[in-house]
């Protein structure tokens, strides 16, 4: 029997965990009247099919920012939000030789689906149908996420926050491995100055869901981003290494669970 591309679980709380092996996560949310998923992965599994089992009509897409590992399966759903900064790069091919070279320098844990060729991989481009800012709360009936721009990783970064329940979903904004500030559209400024803002509502946080590396953080996490951040503007922690970051040199600062990558 082949086997399946997706590993999904359920959490608490009526929320679906879509893990792309070895990659990326998505979250399904379900509520009273219509279900939200957080992102949808590289594109290279029917995600939308993986939905489909869980929730009985289709939700809606919101993308915490427009790298091409958390849209790759927007082409399949019909209401896509983003953050309005970031809402143009959707409808943007991404480059093929860009495309082969992040397959090949990546790591799956299980084989691709039937069906998928590496060498033909493409995003297909989407267009946003919703454009989020700041403070927008978006209602699922009797329950409701409010959009939280926390830039620094990209321009449009967002994490999303259910306050009833004390559940911050963070994106590539916070998780445990290696963070990026260097890359294109990365701002080490910003990306301090939402990570002190999370720091302030880690006392109301139960759970922190982030799209890479370990799904599931207590909010420890948001006040240890916020001193690393605080630590490094001060000059009293300096990047321990450089390291060459798709043929660009980059600094790395470690901080127990993760580390930054900043410009060098
Ligand atoms: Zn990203």
Redesign the pocket.
Known sequence: MEAKWFASYPLRDEIYLIDEPGQVASFLIIGQERALLIDTGLGIGDIYEEVKGFCSSEPLVINT?A?L??IGGNHQFKEIAIHEAEAQCLEQEVPKDFLQSFIKGSCFSRPFPAGFNPHNYRIIPSRASLFLKHGDRIDLGGRGLQVLHTPG??PG?ICLWEEEKGILFT??TVYQGVL?ANIDGADMEAYSESARSLATLAPKVKKVYP?HCQFILNNNILLELDQAFQQLKAGRIRPNRTIDFFGKPALEAWFGSFSILLPA
């Open positions: 920012h790298h590992d958390h990783h990209s970064g994106g590539d990026f799209s």
